[in-house]
């Protein structure tokens, strides 16, 4: 299958595209620079692998959860391009894409893998999920959280993958099963793509959407107020 896949949900850039046999890939700051150099830098790496968008049979973006801005980003360029080359658009799952992303990198070979992924959502808070892997195809179970580090709840024996560990290391609660450093990359969504696609997840450019679980990325002048004025109560002797 001709496929592109992009994700901006954290402060790595993702890109990568395949025709089905040889895989091109490419990575970049994200954050704020991601809304200027997503197109070229996608542009580009579809000529570097011979592919126009009118031969893809799908655009595949991380919908979420993660960075509000970069959510945004990927979202609005994939539909753009699938308009334009009149192609459907696969909105992936981040915590997912993670979850393969570690699978991937600990050469899992079982047939039965289970994993929670962690995401830094900022703010002091993580977003969570649980991914089963079995005969190829990964499950979500329940749905996503967003929780404090201390929060977490932890499963016997499930691995831990994301990129909360260097931030809240000390705050997540202590797991018998192995933790992995992981990033929703762009080569974990076209792996999950076709499995996806098969399950009809593909939806028209105009329905593709992002997927918040926070409602707002910043608190207001009155919450911080109101934050601090009860800190300063509880010093009080």
Not at 95 to 103: D, K, P
Not at 148 to 168: D, I, K, M, S, T
Not at 209 to 224: F, G, N, Q, S
Request: glycine fraction near 8%; charged fraction near 15%; include cysteine.
């Amino acid at each position: 299958m001709n496929l592109l896949a992009f994700d901006t949900s954290t402060d790595t850039l993702s890109i990568a595209a395949t025709d089905g046999v040889q895989v091109w890939q490419h990575a970049g700051p994200g954050g704020a620079q991601a809304s200027a150099s997503l197109i070229p830098a996608t542009l580009a790496l579809l000529a570097q692998a011979g592919l126009r968008l009118d031969q893809l049979e799908a655009i595949a973006f991380g919908s979420g959860p993660g960075s509000f801005t970069g959510l945004r980003t990927a979202c609005s360029v994939a539909q753009g391009l699938a308009f334009g080359a009149n192609l459907p658009v696969l909105p992936i799952d981040t915590l997912m894409a993670v979850a393969e992303e570690a699978r991937h990198q600990h050469g899992v070979l079982q047939e039965v893998w289970q994993v929670q992924a962690l995401l830094d959502a900022r703010m002091d808070e993580v977003y969570t999920g649980f991914y089963s892997y079995h005969d190829g195809q990964w499950t979500q179970r329940d749905d996503f959280q967003l929780l404090r580090p201390e929060q977490l709840h932890q499963e016997a024996g499930w691995a831990q993958a994301g990129n909360a560990f260097a931030v809240y290391s000390e705050r997540i609660p202590p797991s018998d099963g192995i933790r992995i450093t992981a990033l929703p990359t762009a080569t974990a969504m076209l792996r999950l793509a076709p499995a996806l696609l098969a399950a009809g997840g593909a939806v028209p450019a105009d329905q593709a959407l992002p997927r918040y679980i926070r409602d707002k990325v910043a608190k207001t002048t009155d919450e911080r107020m109101a934050e601090k004025a009860l800190l300063a109560a509880a010093l009080l002797p």
